[in-house]
């Protein structure tokens, strides 16, 4: 799959996933949508995220493409990981405005 197929997938499922969930589906979570999407391809030297963020063609090269990066437990980890940078984003704009 593609970068942008990628995109159009995550984009997609997070838009069905707010909706049922009545989670706001506004910039700052469309945009972890897309980073989500794309991170899995991290160990693939050529793919979109590698090619726009330099310091990720290290890890295509240490890791083999459809790897660990391609399994459940990363897609559970990588979740949690946007979903705490998600909760950190809202505080800040609360605080701010």
Known sequence: M???????????????VGHLFSIPVD???LSMAVLGSLLPDIDHPK???SRHFRPFK???????????THSLLFMLVLTI????AYERYD???KIGG
């Open 2 to 16: 593609m970068g942008y197929s990628h995109i159009v997938v995550g984009v997609t499922s997070w838009c069905v």
């Open 27 to 29: 910039l700052p979570t």
């Open 47 to 49: 793919s979109m995220i």
């Open 58 to 68: 290290l890890v295509g090269r240490l890791i083999p493409h459809r790897g660990p």
């Open 81 to 84: 990981g946007l979903a705490m």
């Open 91 to 93: 505080a800040i704009i």
